[in-house]
């Protein structure tokens, strides 16, 4: 050790420090490497864990959620609980609902949101109809009554936006043949995910309706797609032109789909082709060009 | 070094002072840090809605919001701009903190001083080793620490681990598995490291030991003649270092407790049998004469290790 401080030009103190410095950093690091993997799991919301109306997103609700518990005394109903560790998947003491134990009843003046000092619960949300806790899926269709052509219609009936979150969509029952099947359909432009219909459906243990964080239950749209029946022009910002519908064989010429359009030939089809289309004259192109 | 250091320790203080003043401060204490969990636990044991929340965030009688400014600096941090509620609670408790000292929060509020205490006192009654004494500066290391983490994963890394918010919210709203944080923090006192938790490693304490730095309330040696070198402060003390300089100070120096690791727990105000200590504020200049030359100049290896 003395041979080496002889040899070490750096006085004593100073070489001290910077080795105090470097261990407790290196110790810092090991600690700090821990916490940062424990921050990082707690980013995995599990699907059943619903956060309260008006919460940031995930990310930004780590952030800002100081998890005092407010929004949870101020919650009438009880829904909200504050995370256990060890028992409840969300980050400790964050505050979550579970729909299917306690759905949110969506109080108009929203307490919880009001309650919230930190802005973990954006003060933005004043319409408890625009919230988006998560999103109602109709999980299991081979279980859910209505699916199988009963009137169940339970978690129709109880949804808070009735007939604009959920509503009942007839269609033909093709196991019976004659009878109707009134599918329960959630419209995610309106469902709030207060859970109400995973909490009042009938079946036994699991919903077959759940409510499920957006992020899991909604698929986005590419931001090129438009859907023609709605728009009524599907340019995209004028940079793709419409597909030039030659009248060659091979395209979708529909009026004579083999090819060209034959003109002042007697006995010419139907261009709407009622009853079936039949040639009864060779076409130019066909038979075994290949196109 | 006296031979009353044979005693045990503020039993020359009982015997002066009677058992109240040789307690006072410790009884009062305990009774502050139950009151202040019991005004937490009005509300969902009893229905009676004075405070509500826990020490992250609290609301009182509806109206004083309360925040721990450590919490919302993390929350920074992770770069999320709090709403004016929390910011205005936040303000209150560090002007509060900075005024009275911010280590009393350590003292004389956090729940897990009393797991500790009662590890340091089990730690004494078995006699173990002391263990494993971090560096002075590692608890601003743990602090730094936080602050990185924070900002590197956009979260408030500390409540992830925090045992005084793991035990204080699992009291409030339903424990779960934190108790094994509380159980490893009374281990880690009892077996590891003597005062290892609060005197070197808490984040917290660390926090508002900073916060305390200019505070007004003050424990000063102002009759420091009357030492009689018992050494019961430094044994009660949970930070011993800060008493040297104030009792031990030479002519001129200050006798007033400066260091910001000093929680204001007032115990050395109670052991101390000629009552050397009080509580005062930073501006008290009372002239507090230094201790007169000691009969044994020669100071033996333990007080010297001790201060």
Known sequence: MSANSNRNPLPTNRRRFLQDAARAAGACAVAGMAITKLATDARALPVQAIRPPGALPEEDFLAACIRCGLCVRDCPYDTLVLAELGYDGPATGTPFFTARNIPCEMCDDIPCVKACPTGALDKGLTNIDDADMGLAVLIDEEHCLNALGLRCDVCYRVCPVIDKAITLERRHNERSGHHAIFMPVVHSDHCTGCGKCEKSCVLPNESAIKVLPMRVAQAEAAEHYKLGWEDRNPLVDELIDLPDRLPGPGTDNLVAPGGYLPSGIEGMPDPSMEGGFAPSYGLPGTGGAGQ | ?307
């Not at chain 2, 840090?33 to 019991?38: C, M, R």
């Not at chain 2, 936080?146 to 590197?152: D, G, K, P």
């Not at chain 2, 005084?164 to 934190?178: C, D, K, P, T, Y």
């Not at chain 2, 049998?273 to 000691?294: G, L």
């Open chain 2, 1 to 307: 070094m006296s031979e009353k250091t044979a005693l045990p320790v503020g039993q020359e203080a009982i015997e002066d002072k009677g058992w109240w003043l040789a307690h006072k401060f410790l009884i009062l204490r305990r009774i502050t840090q139950a009151g202040f969990l019991v005004l937490f636990l009005l509300g969902p044991w009893f229905g009676i809605w004075w405070v509500k929340g826990n020490l992250a965030g609290s609301l009182t009688f509806d109206v004083l919001p309360l925040t721990d400014p450590l919490v919302l600096l993390q929350s920074m941090f992770a770069q999320h701009w709090p709403e004016t509620t929390a910011i205005i609670g936040a303000l209150i408790v560090g002007v509060a903190y900075a005024l009275i000292g911010g280590r009393v929060y350590c003292s004389w509020v956090c729940p897990i001083n009393p797991v500790t205490d009662a590890a340091h006192w089990l730690h004494d009654r078995l006699g173990f080793a002391k263990g494993w004494q971090p560096k002075r500066g590692t608890r601003y290391w743990v602090l730094g620490m936080v602050f990185a983490v924070s900002a590197l994963t956009g979260t408030i890394a500390w409540e992830f681990v925090n045992p005084i918010s793991m035990l204080h919210r699992g009291l409030i709203f339903g424990m779960g598995f934190a108790w094994a944080f509380v159980l490893a923090v009374f281990l880690f006192d009892l077996v590891v490291s003597r005062r290892g938790w609060c005197g070197h490693l808490c984040p917290v304490g660390a926090f508002y030991g900073l916060l305390g730095t200019g505070s007004v309330l003050r424990v000063s040696a102002v009759k420091r003649a009357d030492c009689d070198d018992c050494m019961d402060c430094f044994a009660v003390c949970p930070e011993m270092h800060v008493i040297t300089p104030a009792l031990r100070g030479a002519e001129g120096d200050t006798p007033l407790i400066l260091s910001s690791d000093c929680t204001n727990c007032g115990r050395c105000i109670d052991v101390c049998a000629p009552d050397v200590f009080k509580f005062t504020t930073r501006f008290d200049d009372t002239p507090a004469p230094a201790r007169a030359v000691r009969r044994k100049p020669k100071r033996q290896p333990e007080a010297s290790r001790a201060a």
